[in-house]
């Protein structure tokens, strides 16, 4: 098809695109298109109307239909500055920007950005886009990962002089010495040094959760507890490391809420499997600040991110129970089900005589007392349950006021819910 002459982009479940490795996304812009050279490649069609992110390694064009397409920085000749004439000083006609791709199907070829949002930040664009295009991290990232590749291969065949006496001690003392001078020089140079290392640090610790996430499902007989807890730990920690690319409102402008809005429903995903699919509010709000580390977001800020989920459709929302408790629910999480699985709870005979409490439901569905509490309280005002109020606190009981007769309130059926009840307490 003619109008898809560019390379697709991977994005998740939020519509936010999948960064490869060391990627860090830069800058944001709305309502941008993609325009070929129509003099040597009159065939392709444009690609209209869509939000462009400039990262380090790549240019991603996403519209509001999902449509994408991705543009090496790597792939880039040239990038043309942009002209100042009259009709752009007077904001007559939309801002451009050409660069020269030698695009690996069709050979070179001139691609035209087209501005037509009424942002002015297309001036801080170009500054970000020459820069990003003129620091070359894919070089950088594979010069990295071959240096790595290549210490990993001659470990084995290197020859050491071996340490011999208080000479052999002394250098290697000095070696040893060099070596940490060296690195908290690297370290301590600057700012964004420091940042560096941390970047290093969280992706680290991403491709160790990968592996983890990647191993066996299914332990052996001979595993201790002791060591499945300490997996688990491990795996919880790195799970909470950081995000490599916090969406910023330096960098993403007037998008920040909805780019903000799809990161977060990107990492609530797994918090919510841990959670039984339901987590409060207050606690995704600790965990995504402490993920992002120094980029901290107001409650504000995060209440809005977390009404936009409606229209961005997501696979979270944002529910408010009757009491005012807000919680971050998944979609495929249902209220039948939730209540199916209490109401079995409160059938059975020890629940039939005492009841339950939000702990025992807590535990039954796997999630914190107080969402518990708050399933009860649904479930109550559904007709599914009934509350006894106490000194102790709330139980609550299976509803049989719908199979109680009141023309004769002393019949008892041979079968039901009622004669479950008569038959559970007679027993105590």
Request: charged residues 20%.
């Amino acid at each position: 098809m003619a109008g898809k002459w560019l390379p697709v982009a991977e994005l998740t479940s939020s519509k936010r695109p999948i960064l490869t490795g060391d990627e860090v996304e830069c800058f944001y812009l709305s309502n941008i298109d993609i325009e070929p050279d129509y003099t040597t490649h009159p065939t392709l069609s444009p690609y209209t109307s869509g939000i462009l992110t400039l990262t380090t390694h790549r240019l991603i064009w996403i519209s509001s239909s999902s449509d994408t397409a991705s543009i090496a920085l790597s792939y880039i000749t040239h990038i043309h500055p942009p002209k100042k004439s009259l009709k752009s000083m007077l904001s007559i006609s939309s801002p451009r920007v050409k660069f020269d791709l030698s695009h690996p199907s069709m050979g070179s070829i001139t691609v035209t950005l087209v501005m037509r949002g009424k942002s002015d930040n297309h001036e801080l664009f170009f500054e970000k886009f020459w820069a990003a295009w003129k620091g070359r991290a894919w070089e950088i990232s594979g010069a990295v990962a071959a240096a790595e590749a290549g210490a990993g291969e001659g470990s084995s065949v290197a020859i050491r002089v071996p340490v011999v006496g208080v000479a052999g001690i002394l250098r290697k003392e000095q070696e040893m010495w060099e070596s940490t001078d060296k690195t908290l020089q690297d370290a301590f140079q600057d700012l964004n040094a420091l940042m560096s290392k941390a970047r290093e640090m969280v992706k680290l610790a991403e491709r160790m959760r990968q592996k983890l996430l990647a191993g066996p499902t299914s332990q052996s007989s001979n595993a201790s507890d002791e060591e499945m807890s300490s997996k688990e730990d491990v795996q919880e920690l790195l799970l909470s490391v950081g995000i490599i690319s916090p969406v910023t409102k330096e960098s993403a402008g007037a998008l920040y809420h909805q780019q903000l809005s799809r990161q977060l429903a990107d990492f609530a995903r797994v918090p919510l499997e841990r959670a039984g699919g339901m987590i409060n509010l207050i606690d995704v709000y600790c965990l995504f600040n402490r993920a992002r580390g120094t980029e901290l977001i107001s409650p504000d800020d995060l209440l809005q991110a977390c009404t936009l989920w409606e229209k961005l459709d997501v696979p979270i929302m944002l529910r408010k129970f009757d009491s005012g408790v807000m919680v971050i629910q998944s979609k495929s999480q249902s209220d039948d089900e939730v209540f199916g699985r209490i109401r079995t709870l409160v059938l059975k005979p020890e629940a039939l005589r005492a009841g339950i409490s939000a702990s025992d439901a807590a535990m039954t569905l796997e999630i914190a007392p107080a969402m518990a509490k708050e399933h009860l309280l649904a479930a109550e005002s559904k007709g599914l349950l009934c509350r006894d109020t106490s000194p102790d606190g709330f139980r609550f009981f299976v509803n049989l006021f719908p199979e109680i007769n009141l023309d004769d309130m002393y019949l008892v059926n041979e079968s039901g819910i009622y004669a479950s009840w008569v038959s559970a307490v007679g027993a105590s």
